[in-house]
């Protein structure tokens, strides 16, 4: 398992609450109480995440509040940033164990035919 900020952490929460649609678009970005609660976090830690956030276009501040930028692109990219990460993730593992890319897939098809 790959380490991950606190900070990371938290973009990493928000993103896939909006990959699997549970926050949408102009959805008010939760309160820092929250994340200092769920992350056991300093407040900096968060505004750090959601300036990351912010700079990746997935969120931005109005006058009153954060709020969400949810449209097909943001979906998109984030989908493939998770994905690549994962794919990556597992492929170290699986090289960890000794076995290679070709092994790997042929494990990954084997487990595709068998859950249909």
């Known amino acids: 398992m790959t380490y991950r900020t606190k900070q990371e952490e938290i973009r990493d ?3 896939l609450e909006i990959i699997s649609g549970k926050l949408k678009d102009g959805d008010k970005l939760y309160a820092k109480k929250f994340f200092t ?6 407040p900096s830690y968060v505004d750090q ?3 990351t956030m912010i700079k990746a276009g ?4 109005a006058i009153d ?4 930028i949810v449209n097909d692109d943001i979906i998109r990219r984030l989908k493939d940033e998770f994905s690549n990460r994962f794919i990556n993730e597992f492929l170290d593992n699986m090289n960890s164990l000794g076995l290679d890319f070709d092994e790997a897939l042929r494990l990954l098809e084997m487990r595709g035919m ?3």
């Open 13 to 15: 929460f928000i993103a």
């Open 37 to 42: 609660n769920k992350f056991k976090v300093n």
């Open 65 to 68: 509040y954060y709020y969400l």
């Open 58 to 61: 997935f969120v931005y501040e």
């Open 49 to 51: 995440a959601i300036s």
């Open 114 to 116: 068998a859950n249909g």
